[in-house]
């Protein structure tokens, strides 16, 4: 995993890397350092947590997980740290609450017969981001994680995570990064840069599926790698929404984000060089 893109080289943590380095407005870059994306912090080890606080100095967590699965895998305490929950999903309700609730206690791809149960039912289908995001819970969410975005005095990270690091995180990241002024193939590279972070996990539930499964394995593979990876179109497709309903990226973070210009600036101002 050292090798991978913008990797912040924690070993227990799925799917962990930064947003430094990616191109934004103006010709700026994203400061390298401050904005971390990853899966549950539970298994991260002492090390991990020890880079986290001594080479980041993290100083806020936003967590877009169920209470049932935060409750599940509870992030560790670290010191100098605050942890925000935002609830991007009523799991009483969706679908997808009740996939998330189903493997809340084992990690997001541990269970491979769970993923593969989501894969037959289309969990991650091309709906499914446009499904989180525009609902009271989503809006309120994002909108919540660019306030606290907004406190960084710029010497401190800020750490997003989900379970696995890619649906509600990657909605996360590809928000902030257009917010950023990245250009929307930039801010989806980074995005489907997942499916190379669990390369092995999409592999070891297709072998499964496949020993399992044979008479629907090869159906079922494009399902099983938007499920235990992502799927580009999924995240084309809450973009081309964003637009249909609200005419643009910039009219939705000044609307429903609540990012009017003076503070599109400040946070351009603290993530950016």
Known sequence: MS???RSIHLTGVTNARELGGIPAAGGRKVRNGLLLRTGALCDGTADDLRRLEQVYHLAWVADF???KEAMAR??????????????VIDESRSDMGAATG?????????DSEAMVGMARRNVFGPEAYCELLFTAWGLESYRAFFDLALKNDGEHALLFHCSAGKDRTGIGGVLLLSALGAEREAA???????NEY????IARVEEYARTHYPQEAEALL???????????VTMD?????IDARYGSMDAFLAGPMGLNSRKLERLRAIYLE
């Open 3 to 5: 090798q991978l893109p």
């Open 65 to 67: 997980r169920t209470l």
């Open 74 to 87: 509870p992030d560790p305490p670290s010191h100098g740290t605050s942890f925000y929950h935002l609830l």
């Open 102 to 110: 189903s493997v809340a206690s084992h990690g997001w791809s541990a």
């Open 188 to 194: 989806v590279a980074d995005y489907v840069l997942t």
């Open 198 to 201: 669990v390369a092995h996990d």
């Open 222 to 232: 494009p399902a099983i790698r938007s499920t235990v990876g992502v799927a580009q």
């Open 237 to 241: 497709r809450m973009l081309d929404e």
